[in-house]
């Protein structure tokens, strides 16, 4: 099975531009979700989708944004970016079958610059 | 409120020497806990899950619900250890996993 497919790679946007960062799942993975890595701070969660519903969020404002289609595909947004938004932005998938918290597969993500 | 705290950046530890890597994580509910690793150019993957009791690699853990702790050990470090680790915190019906910052394990020859 291909992985977790994020594109792109890397990108370099500068202050109050906006971004879309695509994710293409493993086949039959139904669950995306994206985390925002940085150095100081780690994994930090954006959001779940399940089925093109967004199932829960983290403690980003609102200029963070994503959706998920009906092939599972997903892309998340920022608009107006900051410079705090450089990051390492990745993408897992997961089976997540009923009351399973399944194994996430990740990306190899993108990394995005804000100058 | 959920939260999941590696004490530890960088470990160095010698080869063939024991590794323990602490994870302390706080949570009212019933946790799932899950170590996740990345090697050098490679994707962040599952190490082990608490669930599922294994030993993976050489690695286990135990959940210590009296010490809401879930520390990765090895008897004997080898050089291919060399990762950063990360411990995360998941809840079934939630659909979010909360991640430590994650501890640089350094495994000198």
């Known amino acids: 099975k291909a992985g977790v497919t994020q594109t792109p790679r890397y990108l370099i946007k500068t202050r109050g531009q906006q971004v879309t960062l695509s994710c293409s799942p493993i086949s039959g993975h139904r669950s995306v979700s994206w985390y925002q890595q940085t150095p100081g701070q780690g994994l930090q969660f954006l959001f779940e989708?399940?089925?093109?519903?967004?199932?829960n969020k983290g403690n980003f404002p609102g200029r963070f944004s994503g959706r998920q289609f009906s092939n599972s595909r997903s892309e998340m947004n920022v608009s107006t970016l900051e410079l705090g938004d450089s990051a390492l932005y990745l993408c897992?998938?997961?089976?997540?079958?009923?009351?399973?918290?399944?194994?996430?597969?990740f990306g190899e993500g993108s990394r995005l610059t804000v100058l | 409120a959920q939260r999941v705290t590696q004490p530890e950046k960088l470990l160095s530890v010698f080869k063939g020497a024991p590794v323990e890597l602490k994870c302390n994580y706080s949570y009212s509910g019933s946790p799932e806990l899950f170590w996740y690793v990345q090697y050098s150019r490679q994707r962040l993957q599952l190490l082990l899950r608490h669930i599922s009791r294994e030993s993976i690699k050489g690695f286990t853990a135990d959940l210590n619900k009296g010490e809401t702790s879930f520390h990765l050990k090895k008897p004997f470090a080898q050089e291919e250890d060399s990762a950063m680790y990360y411990c995360a915190l998941g809840h079934s019906g939630t659909y979010k996993y909360i991640f430590g910052t994650g501890t640089r394990l350094k495994v000198l020859a």
């Open positions: 897992a998938s997961s089976f997540q079958g009923t009351g399973n918290t399944g194994e996430l597969f």
């Open positions: 989708y399940f089925s093109e519903t967004q199932r």
